[in-house]
Every structure is written in structure tokens, then in C-alpha cells.
């Protein structure tokens, strides 16, 4: 097992390649109750049910971006009201990027914030969801557009989980990993380069994981709260999240930041100056390993609107994260509709 340290709004370990019902033994023996959150299916599959103790009780949720609405919060909190949670007690998320969201912002909304773990289980969930502490859920109006910056006391990565995982979703997790490799850390492109298809990229799961999350631990300790620097672990995120909106979160993503990807790197060679090249290297990685590379032109024009809410922009401006060579993020400031559209070309079907 090895070890990366967040120093944020708190310190915490995350431990990669851990044994999770150990962890888990060790988070019991530090509070008094737990509230496990986990789908329903993860439930299932992992057997949480035999968990379940006078200290230790359950909260079940739906799949995916189905259990971040305002209504499933709202549930979650209602059980730990009834179960009198206490600040002395904490909350566990068991499942991907989209219960480690919700879990964490139940945690940081309860009592004004409780402890909480994370038990990512799923590849995405591990290189990124889990780490940094954005919890929250989503709005009408976007995605995440409702949390708070709250970290976990600790993220536990049990490399076993990803022996059930799907291809399909071990291929959305990778580009989140890509991402990392492009905006900041190229020894992990040359690791994705040494593989040729989602199998062999399992092979080498642990070193990206250890990898993808050491960066991010890296930047968030720098600004947690996403005054600037923390903006590049949003490359490809801008469109994606419309993407993701505009599908109502039918796709990973993953496969929403796979097409994001393309057309921030094409931004980024009109106004930052990319080499052409590395959009061609950015489309080659995600088709190696099974990543969407196009869209239809015609849902531009509802991108366009989705993309207004974004996080990132300031006023009536959009701003996009972008690299000027890999490994090199840089921010585009002054982002026309008809630059978008010229980027959109190369995603364009
Ligand atoms: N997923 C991007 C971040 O945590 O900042």
C-alpha cells in the first residue's frame, strides 16, 4: 500500500491499494456511528448489507447522477436526523464519483459537517471524484451546481473493486487520467502510450491511479478552494458537463470529458498555441481505449447555452482551461462563440 498526503481545509491521508473492509474496521473504531452511503447495486455486489449494526446503518441510493438531485440529499439528511447523528459520528461513501459527491456534501451539510471517508469503486471515482473534497449534488440549471469544498478525513482505494468494474466504465475513468497526463504529469501519458487497449491498461491500474491522484493531491494542497491554479483539473470539463447535461447524464463522464478533451486541446491551438500534433495524440489515446470522439453538429447550439453556466465563467464571459503543451495548462480568457465553434469542428459529426 502507498500513501499521498492532502493538506487543504484539513489533513488526510489517501491510501492506494488498501484492503477496504480493514479501513473500514478502523474508521468504526473512531466514531461512534456511521452512516454507510452507497447505490443499491454497490450494496448488492460488495455485500454491505452484512455491515449493518447497531452502529453502523445504511443509506441506499439510486445509480449514477440519479442520486445527486436535491431529493435523494434531502433523504440522505433525514437519516441521519432520525438517526441523531452526532459530530462525534460519520459518514462513509462506498461507490463512484457520484456517491463520494453526494456522501460528502450530506457529510458537510449535516450539523454544519460531520467526518466523512471515502471508498472510491470505481476508476473514476479514484483518480478523481474521491480526492480534493467538491462534494455536492445537481441543480436544473447544471451539474454540481449546488456543494461545497469539503474534504474527507481519509480516501481509501481498494484496488480489488475494479476487478467487477466494466470495461465501459474503466474507459471513462481513463479520461480522467488522460487529462492528468496532458495537463500535468507526462510520465503518465508515456504509460498510456505503452498500452494498447483497455485490458492492458488495467494491468497498469495501480501506477495510474497512484499517479493521477498524487497530482491531484498536489494542486488541491495548493488551492483548495479553486481560486485559479485548481482550475486546470477542469480541462475538457467545460464541455463535457454540457455534454453530460444535455444527454441527462445517459453518458459517463468520462466519455462527456473524452469529447471535451478535443475540443479544448483545439481551443488551445487557437489561443494558446498548441501544436496541432497533440490534438491528433489526444484523439489517438481516447480511441485506443474505447472514448467517444465525436458528437453531433447540430447540439451546438444547446452546448453554447449549457456552457453558459458553467462554474468558470466571470460575468458574461467564458473561460476555458486549456494547454499550451502538454504538461503546460494555461487559461483561455476571451473565448468567442465563433472560436467554439471552429474548436467544435474537429468533434463535429
Ligand atoms: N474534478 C475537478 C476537481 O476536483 O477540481
Not at 205 to 221: H, P, Q, R
Not at 229 to 234: F, V
Not at 307 to 312: C, L, S
Amino acid at each position: 500500500m502507498r500513501t499521498i498526503k492532502v493538506s487543504a481545509d484539513r489533513n488526510y491521508e489517501i491510501q492506494v491499494g488498501c484492503d477496504w473492509k480493514a479501513a473500514l474496521h478502523t474508521v468504526i473504531s473512531s466514531h461512534e456511528r456511521l452512516l454507510i452511503i452507497a447505490p443499491s447495486f454497490v450494496v448488492e455486489r460488495f455485500h454491505l448489507r452484512e455491515l449493518i449494526s447497531v452502529n453502523v446503518h445504511l443509506f441506499e441510493t439510486p445509480e449514477g447522477e440519479e442520486q445527486k438531485s436535491i431529493d435523494i440529499w434531502r433523504q440522505a439528511l433525514s437519516s441521519a436526523g432520525s438517526l441523531n447523528l452526532t459530530r462525534s459520528d460519520a459518514v462513509v461513501a462506498i461507490g463512484g464519483g457520484a456517491t463520494t459527491d453526494l456522501a460528502g456534501f450530506v457529510a458537510a451539510s449535516w450539523l454544519r459537517g460531520i467526518s466523512w471517508y471515502a471508498i472510491p469503486t470505481t476508476l473514476a471515482g479514484a483518480v478523481d471524484a474521491s480526492i480534493g473534497g467538491k462534494t455536492g449534488i445537481n441543480s436544473e440549471f447544471g451539474k454540481n451546481l449546488i456543494g461545497s469544498f469539503y474534504s474527507p478525513a481519509g480516501v481509501f482505494i481498494d484496488l480489488t473493486f475494479l476487478d467487477s468494474l466494466p470495461d465501459r466504465d474503466f474507459s471513462a475513468g481513463l479520461a480522467e487520467v488522460i487529462k492528468t497526463g496532458f495537463i500535468g504529469d507526462l510520465t503518465i501519458l508515456d504509460l498510456l502510450e505503452q498500452c494498447t487497449d483497455v485490458k492492458d491498461a488495467r494491468l497498469h491500474a495501480t501506477e495510474l491511479i497512484f499517479k493521477s491522484a498524487e497530482f491531484k493531491a498536489s494542486i488541491v494542497s495548493q488551492d483548495f478552494t479553486e481560486s485559479k491554479l485548481r482550475e486546470i483539473l477542469n480541462y475538457g470539463h467545460t464541455l463535457g458537463h454540457a455534454i453530460e447535461k444535455r444527454e441527462n447524464y445517459a453518458l459517463r463522464h468520462g466519455e462527456a470529458v473524452a469529447l471535451g478533451l478535443i475540443f479544448a486541446a483545439e481551443l488551445s491551438v487557437q489561443h494558446l498555441g498548441l501544436a496541432p500534433s497533440v490534438v491528433n495524440h489526444t484523439i489517438s489515446l481516447l480511441q485506443r481505449f474505447d472514448l467517444p470522439t465525436s458528437y453531433p453538429a447540430s447540439a451546438l447550439k444547446d452546448l453554447l447555452e449549457l456552457m453558459k453556466g458553467d462554474k468558470k465563467n466571470r460575468g458574461s464571459h467564458l473561460r476555458f482551461v486549456g494547454i499550451s503543451a502538454p504538461s503546460t495548462p494555461g487559461w483561455m480568457e476571451s473565448v468567442t462563440p465563433d472560436d467554439i465553434h471552429v474548436a467544435y469542428e474537429r468533434i463535429a459529426q
